[in-house]
């Protein structure tokens, strides 16, 4: 069995985003991807009814946009940077700024500051509208870059 | 601070029974005390980060920490005030290890008619001098016309 980072070098260069994604258990239960959309990398959280956190509303669970942000920041380190290991989140402070809908949330990640241990990462998630930011995410991750 | 079987088994009901995700990941309240709520996920392997080493995503004990730190409101203020979680700031101090259950014990320390504060930590059963996360949150009370994600009757 290959190793995630040879699973990352292999979608790098075919530009399947989705087949690593596919290799972590979690995220094809919960259903996050990676997709390269004009160029960039998203994050994509799938809506379905076991990601429902209110169903009154209905509003998606707090705990799946987070998993959401802190994916898709790991997802733009792995492809900007010539990491040697899967970048280890040290902590991450989320914004809930609006209730999250029963549909398909997408993130995209910027990254703030990349040293030589440590990157800062911002991340905005939005649904149907890029412009209306649905929470938003600095995730601070320990990366060991290729010498 | 044994809480009674049958009353944990009605907040357990409206926890996980009528939130979808709280079910999915088979969170269970296992004790209430003062302001304070521990709630247990148990190692699955759907629920891993990594493949190679069998540790669970961050996105479970962010999950987890979320729902335990939004039912420790509801035992705080004693009645089921409809939240919604401001903020939430997550520090991983250690990974979980596998295969072992983890356990979130979250404390509302302070409430305000608006905002209530919160103090998490996660750690597996019987370690909880070893903590695998803590967290810090904030969450928005609506004192009317809100909807509750904690259905149910609050402690």
């Known amino acids: 069995m290959s190793t995630l980072l040879d699973q990352v070098r292999r979608a790098r260069e075919t530009g399947d985003y989705a087949s690593f994604t596919q290799a972590i258990p979690y995220a094809r239960w919960l259903g996050i991807s990676a997709a390269q959309v004009d160029g960039e990398i998203l994050g994509k959280l799938a809506f379905a009814d076991h990601i429902i956190g209110n169903p009154t509303i209905p509003a998606l669970h707090g705990g799946t946009v987070g998993a959401l942000l802190e994916s898709t920041a790991i997802f733009q380190l792995l492809w900007d940077a010539e990491t040697v290991l899967i970048p280890k989140t040290i902590n991450l402070t989320i914004s809930y700024l609006r209730s999250a809908r029963p549909i398909d949330t997408w993130a995209k990640a910027r990254i703030t500051k990349q040293g030589r241990r440590v990157a800062a990462v911002h991340v905005d998630a939005w649904q149907d509208s890029r412009e209306i930011i649905v929470a938003t995410a600095t995730v601070n991750l320990l990366i060991k870059p290729a010498e | ?155």
């Open chain 2, 1 to 155: 601070m044994a809480t009674d079987p049958e009353l944990l088994e009605r907040y357990n009901q409206g926890f996980s029974g009528a939130v979808p995700h709280n079910h999915a990941l088979g969170m269970t309240i296992v004790d209430i005390g003062e302001g304070e709520v521990f709630i247990r996920v148990p190692y699955q392997a759907h629920l891993v980060g990594n493949p190679e080493t069998g540790v669970l995503h961050g996105g479970v004990i962010t999950a987890l920490m979320d729902a335990t730190c939004g039912a420790s409101v509801f035992v705080k203020t004693r009645r089921p005030v409809p939240v919604a979680t401001l903020d939430l700031r997550i520090d991983y101090l250690r990974p979980a290890e596998p295969p072992r259950d983890v356990v979130c014990r979250a404390e509302c320390y302070h409430v305000t008619n608006n905002v209530a504060f919160v103090r998490a930590v996660t750690f597996h059963d019987g370690e909880p001098d070893r903590p695998i996360a803590s967290a810090a949150g904030t969450f928005i009370l609506f004192q009317k016309g809100g909807k509750s994600t904690f259905v149910g009757e609050a402690p």
